[in-house]
């Protein structure tokens, strides 16, 4: 996969936004405060990403971690 698809994220100030991030490259999020900046890049996808982390250890190393909530999107693929 060359992407990082989001489709439909809504968390917090984001309105049901849908962009392809590519992968392996450093990328700039800009914009106005409040424009959902953090919103993407922390509770869509490291929330993602580390919930995704956390499904992937044994039930017994689960057992010491809090359960991630996966974020309002439609879809996150890559």
């Not at 962009?19 to 953090?38: E, H």
Request: proline share 3%; charged share 25%.
């Amino acid at each position: 996969m060359k992407y990082i698809s989001i489709r439909g994220a809504r968390m917090h100030n984001l309105a049901n936004i849908s962009l392809d991030l590519p992968r392996n490259k450093f990328i700039v999020i800009t914009g106005l405060s409040g424009s959902g900046k953090s919103s993407l890049a922390f509770d869509t996808i490291y929330a993602e990403g580390q919930r995704r982390y956390v499904e992937s250890l044994s039930a017994y190393a689960r057992q010491f971690l809090s359960l991630m909530e996966k974020p309002d999107v439609d879809h996150i693929e890559g």
